[in-house]
Nanobody
Framework: EVQLVESGGGLVQPGGSLRLSCAAS????????MTWVRQAPGKGLEWTST????????FYADSVQGRFTISKDNAKNMLYLQMNSLKPEDSAMYFC????????????WGQGTQVTVSS
């Protein structure tokens, strides 16, 4: 059974940092493409970043480029999202997903972790 469990969300002031974690199990994590997607209240899903499991290449949305870093620890089956210079518009529920649906589309999702950026 595929399981993805996010953690690390919380309340942070603008300009602050957070690191989200995602514990993965039930599939070959080391070679799987992984992605982070977010959803702000009342808005649709927004892709933020993807990591190619085979090459290690990373891809970012323009809105987070230069501020967010996606990474993984294959030994621990963990996916991370380091978020720096956070802005109020980064406030959202953040979901970890396996991007195994073709063209890096998500096929399995975690339950999400809430990030709120506010003073």
């Amino acid at each position: 059974e595929v399981q993805l469990v996010e953690s690390g969300g919380g309340l942070v002031q603008p300009g602050g940092s957070l690191r989200l974690s995602c514990a993965a199990s039930g599939f070959p994590f080391s070679t799987s493409d992984m992605t982070w997607v977010r959803q702000a209240p009342g808005k649709g899903l927004e892709w933020t970043s993807t990591l190619n499991g085979k090459t290690g290449d990373t891809f970012y949305a323009d809105s987070v480029q230069g501020r967010f870093t996606i990474s993984k620890d294959n030994a621990k089956n963990m996916l991370y999202l380091q978020m720096n210079s956070l802005k109020p518009e980064d406030s959202a529920m953040y979901f970890c997903a396996r991007a195994g649906g073709g063209d890096f589309l998500p096929d399995y999702w975690g339950q999400g972790t809430q990030v709120t950026v506010s003073s």
